[in-house]
Structures are given as C-alpha cells and as structure tokens.
C-alpha cells in the first residue's frame, strides 16, 4: 500500500526492462500521469486508485511495454483515464473508468492492442473507447455508457475493434 501524490511528472515509471507490480495504493494528483509504463517495461496493478493526474491515470507506451490492469478504479484524469500507444500492450480486467476529460480508453498507433474484459467505461468526457492509426482493441463483458459523444470510436483504415457480450448506450 502507497500513497503516490503530487510528483512533478508521474507516480510510477517503468521502463528499460523494468517490472512493477502495485496493489492497493492511491496514485493521485500528479503532473502528467499517475503510471507510465514505456521502452519495454512491465507492470500489474490491482486494487488501485488513479485519479485525478493532469494527463492519464496509466500511460503504456512503446513496443514491448505491456500492462495488465485489474480491479482498479481510474477516475477524473484530464485526458484520458488509460492510454495505449506506439505498439503497446494493455490488459484490462473488472476495472471502472470514470469521469475522465477526454477517453475512458484510447488507443493509439500501428501494434498498439488493448484487451478489455468485464470493465465499466462510464461518464467520460468525449468518448469511451477511443481506437485510431492502426491499433486493436478487443473488448468483452463491459458496459459503455453516459460518455458525451461515443461509446465506441474507432478511424483509420488499419484500425479495429472486436466486440462481444457488452452494453453501449448514451
């Protein structure tokens, strides 16, 4: 259990073959990200709390850098509340993403790939999901709704969501 708050630029950050695993801490109020996982780094949180970071909960960003994100609530960021880019990996499992300005999730770029299971994506600012520039996005059991503009974006001709037993609604 820790407290990470106020750091100038990130709580967490993991990269050049580093390795985290973090439960039951509150990752909060930090200048631009709660976790950045990057350059092949590697984490697992479960039963966190990421809010209110100035540009995402959790960043995972770079070929090689991979994610799995369980039972964490991930909330009033002030873009996006989980980013995946650059050929990143992200596993998100029973978590609740709220409230952020921008994207609940968004994926970005040629290899990035989110697999989301058993998630709410409520109450984000633009849209739910967001996957663009060639990037995948396999989604399964969750509940999209009240986000302001989609639920479910996706753009780019190599881009793509996959979709299974889930609720969108406005």
Do not use: P
Request: with cysteine; net charge negative.
């Amino acid at each position: 259990e820790c407290t990470l708050r106020g750091c100038a630029k990130c709580g967490f950050l993991v990269f050049d073959g580093g390795n985290l695993l973090c439960s039951d801490s509150v990752v909060s109020g930090n200048g631009l990200y709660g976790m950045v996982v990057q350059n092949g780094g590697t984490a697992g949180v479960e039963g966190n709390r990421f809010g209110s970071n100035k540009h995402a909960g959790v960043l995972v960003h770079g070929r090689g850098s991979v994610c799995s994100v369980r039972s964490n609530d991930i909330s009033t960021n002030g873009e996006m509340g989980v980013g995946v880019q650059s050929g990143a990996e992200v596993r998100l499992e029973r978590n609740r993403v709220t409230g952020n300005m921008h994207a609940g999730l968004f994926v970005d770029g040629d290899g990035s790939r989110a697999a989301v299971k058993d998630c709410e994506l409520l109450e984000n600012g633009v849209r739910g999901i967001g996957v663009q520039s060639g990037a995948e996005a396999h989604v399964t059991g969750c509940r999209i709704a009240n986000n302001t503009q989609e639920g479910l974006f996706v753009s780019g001709s190599r881009s793509k969501a996959t979709l299974q037993d889930n609720d969108i609604a406005h």
